[in-house]
């Protein structure tokens, strides 16, 4: 239905910054929200932020809370993630994708992209 392409990630110095980018495309977007997920190897994936792309309505986990920011671009139908105060533990492969509705579950998420990696050293 829809494809996705992350971009922005690298390797960052821990307590630095770091904006990935979302980009969205394909004749049809209905989506309700759009998300980041994270995956480190050897552990399982989880979840990050989620927008509500409608109302800008955010959902964040709690070990990125207060730090991380996702932020929605209605008229390029892209999503962002603003990454601060950075910690070696945010070292994973980013996702992000779409859902029908503004979760936190993983199995509400339908179109995935593929990824971009985000190192951070200490």
């Known amino acids: 239905q829809v494809q996705l392409v992350e971009s922005g990630g690298g390797l960052v110095q821990a307590g630095g910054s770091l904006r990935l980018s979302c980009a969205a495309s394909?004749?049809?977007?209905?989506?309700?929200?759009m998300g980041w997920f994270r995956q480190a190897p050897g552990k399982e994936r989880e979840f990050v932020a989620t927008?509500?792309?409608?109302?800008?309505?955010?959902i964040y986990a709690d070990s990125v809370k207060g730090r991380f920011i996702i932020f929605r671009d209605s008229d390029k139908i892209a999503v962002y993630l603003q990454m601060n105060s950075l910690k070696p533990e945010d070292t994973a492969v980013y996702y992000c994708?779409?859902?029908?509705?503004?979760?936190?579950?993983?199995?509400?998420?339908?179109?995935w992209g593929q990824g971009t990696q985000v190192t951070i050293s200490s």
């Open positions: 927008i509500r792309w409608s109302g800008g309505d955010t």
């Open positions: 394909g004749r049809t977007f209905s989506s309700y929200g």
């Open positions: 994708a779409t859902a029908e509705a503004c979760t936190r579950s993983e199995p509400d998420f339908g179109s």
